[in-house]
């Protein structure tokens, strides 16, 4: 089946500092990529939603400077949380809808960001 | 947008027990509806879905109904075992856009 690998699955960092993460398609190519962010004991709210070859489109109340999305190619789309604090510390998914599987969708393992 | 809702928040079966769990969505143009399980510290897993066109989809010990009219769905798990132990999440969407989760319910099957 489909695969989104995501990158690194761990990262702390400190108040300050930047931190991409990455989801590549492994096996099909993703138009389309579904940011989302899950708080603790909460579901999972979409952050913002990149096309390949043109800007993300971010949801309400998503900050598009502090949160830059690259989706550059068909197979990886990156999120880089810039000037990351505490109060981003959060666990990051992505998802990608697959044609083959009628628009099924694939989700990265995901990526639990710790700003200390 | 869309809203979905989902019920109970909690719930707590007996190992062999039947488990449900409801949800509502509002936008009568969905036209998919996907259950999740997540486990602790990882991406959601796909366990069922099903498309409009269809009432009832069943999967072993797992199946999903779909009320088009009222706008609900629901998850079913017979014959729980200590492994189903997990969040379950619902969502719904046009496929292909966006998704909407529920809220999630955290279940837990005692042994």
């Known amino acids: 089946g489909a695969v989104v690998s995501q990158h690194p699955s761990r990262v702390i960092c400190k108040s300050g500092t930047s931190v991409k993460i990455e989801c590549r398609s492994l096996d099909f190519q993703a138009t389309t990529m579904f940011w989302y962010r899950q708080f603790p004991k909460q579901s999972l709210m979409l952050m913002a939603t990149?096309?390949?070859?043109?800007?993300?489109?971010?949801e309400q109340g998503v900050e598009k400077d502090k949160f830059l999305i690259n989706h550059a190619s068909l197979t990886l789309s990156t999120l880089t949380v810039t000037s990351a604090h505490p109060e981003d510390s959060s666990f990051y998914i992505c998802?990608?809808?697959?044609?083959?599987?009628?628009?099924?969708?694939?989700f990265g393992s995901g990526t639990r960001l710790t700003v200390v | 947008g869309e809203n979905v809702e989902q019920h109970p928040s909690t719930l707590s079966v007996q190992e062999g027990d039947s488990a449900v769990i409801k949800c509502t969505y509002s936008?009568?143009?969905?036209?998919?509806f996907p259950w999740y399980k997540q486990e602790l510290g990882k991406g959601p897993q796909l366990i069922i879905d099903i498309r409009s066109n269809v009432g009832e989809k069943k999967d072993q010990r797992i199946a999903v109904t779909l009320n088009k009219t009222a706008k609900h769905f629901s998850l079913h798990i017979t014959e729980t075992q200590p492994e189903d132990s997990a969040v379950y999440f619902c969502?719904?969407?046009?496929?292909?856009?966006?998704?909407?989760f529920g809220g999630g319910t955290r279940l837990m099957v005692k042994p």
């Open positions: 998802s990608a809808p697959d044609r083959r599987a009628n628009y099924g969708y694939t």
């Open positions: 990149s096309n390949e070859g043109s800007k993300a489109t971010y």
């Open positions: 969502a719904a969407s046009i496929a292909g856009n966006m998704l909407t």
């Open positions: 936008d009568s143009a969905s036209n998919y």
